[in-house]
């Protein structure tokens, strides 16, 4: 069966800094496409940062750039996303995703996905 876990939910402060983690079962990373999404109440899925752990091509949305950061350790299963200077508006729910991608391509669109995690709350509040 599988599988992915996401782990991390947290409350930080304004300019604090977060990790991560998803976790994937019953299949190895390699020649997979890994998003992180994000979903704020009211609003639709986003895609926050994506990669492909083959060709290790990577995509940030605007709004992170230079704020977070994918990354995967495939000897773990299990891919990151490290967030620094979080801002209130990163409050959200966040969903790793994981799909078959051979050809080296990564997505940030949430349709593009089979297999998605059950999702962590991340809150940014002083």
């Known amino acids: 069966q599988l599988r992915l876990v996401e782990s991390g939910v947290g409350l930080v402060q304004p300019g604090g800094s977060l990790r991560l983690s998803c976790a994937a079962s019953?299949?190895?990373?390699?020649?997979?496409?890994i998003g992180w999404f994000l979903q704020a109440p009211g609003k639709e899925r986003e895609g926050v940062s994506c990669?492909?752990?083959?060709?290790?091509?990577?995509r940030y949305a605007d709004s992170v750039k230079g704020r977070f950061t994918i990354s995967t350790d495939n000897a773990k299963n299990t891919v990151f996303l490290k967030m620094n200077s979080l801002k209130p508006e990163d409050t959200a729910v966040y969903y790793c995703?994981?799909?078959?991608?051979?050809?080296?391509?990564?997505?940030?669109?949430?349709?593009?996905?089979?297999?998605w995690g059950q999702g962590t709350q991340v809150t940014v509040s002083s």
């Open positions: 019953g299949f190895a990373l390699d020649n997979y496409a």
């Open positions: 995703a994981a799909v078959r991608s051979p050809l080296g391509i990564a997505f940030m669109t949430p349709s593009r996905y089979d297999y």
């Open positions: 990669m492909n752990t083959s060709t290790s091509r990577k």
